[in-house]
């Protein structure tokens, strides 16, 4: 098993469980002892764990839950949120779905368009797509980040460096009107600035909730991204901050009234 892919599968880990133990790490990867000692060594070294005697733990100054966790937290919300985003897509566009529950949430309304091209390096809509031969589908590859569904790494980044898109949408850990967009794992915020320099206009997918987060890694700047489409239950002073550095502020209840 290659370094890179044993360091994401120890960290999916460690956002579970919390915490491990060598022996559960071994067993888990199939590797020696020594060999992850010194990937927690790395890892720890890199502030991506905290290490213990015996063990690591999760750095819970930014976690967030895995994917599977967050599925049904606010998914009202989040249906709405998708289905205005999805009312924004012109016929024919080729679109960039990145990852996170909100986007993957846009499916199932996409066949309101047609002639789409979708890429994406989000599993779950893959999965989704894969029943929909009317939509022409560019699957990125890379490190697959059990967690969270989707490819990252420098495989992905290079294979998303050479594509153009009509529009990009996005699921986003935080979002402050001073630190901007941010993520709690520095693989998909790396491949999320990748994401976004295809395409001129991004469009940010976000809850209430993640309004005024502020999450470890860096995305965008607020500066540097279109619109933001939310709902109404987020709060208008943190509407108001991000609206005051330039972002379109759109409200699901209004784009599908």
Do not use: W
Not at 12 to 28: P, T, V
Not at 115 to 142: F, Y
Not at 177 to 201: M, P, W, Y
């Amino acid at each position: 098993m290659l370094k890179e892919v044993r360091h994401s599968r120890i960290r999916d880990l460690l956002d579970e469980r919390g915490e491990l133990r060598i022996s559960e790490i071994n067993r888990a990867l199939d590797v020696s002892e020594a060999t992850v000692r010194r990937d927690l060594d790395e890892l720890a070294s890199q502030g991506r764990i905290r290490r213990t005697h015996g063990g690591a733990l999760r750095v819970d100054v930014d976690y967030e839950p895995p994917r599977r966790l967050r599925e049904g937290t606010n998914s009202g919300e989040k249906d709405l949120i998708a289905k205005a985003a999805a009312s924004q897509i012109c016929d024919g566009e080729t679109i960039f779905l990145g990852s996170g529950t909100t986007v993957a949430s846009m499916v199932p309304y996409l066949h309101q368009r047609s002639g789409l091209r979708v890429i994406t390096n989000s599993l779950p809509v893959i999965l989704q797509l894969a029943e929909h031969e009317d939509v022409e589908l560019i699957i990125i590859g890379g490190l697959f980040r059990h967690s969270e569904g989707s490819m990252v790494s420098p495989l992905a980044d290079e294979a998303i460096g050479k594509i153009r898109a009509n529009r990009v949408f996005m699921g986003i850990r935080g979002l402050d009107a001073e630190r901007g967009f941010t993520n709690s794992s520095i693989d998909e915020a790396t491949t999320d600035r990748t994401i976004l320099r295809v395409a001129d206009h991004h469009t940010i997918l976000a809850d209430h909730s993640k309004f005024g987060q502020v999450s470890a890694f860096q995305v965008a700047a607020i500066s540097d991204i279109s619109v933001v489409i939310t709902s109404t239950k987020a709060a208008e002073p943190a509407i108001s901050a991000i609206r005051d550095k330039g972002v379109q502020i759109l409200f699901a209840e209004d784009l599908i009234s």
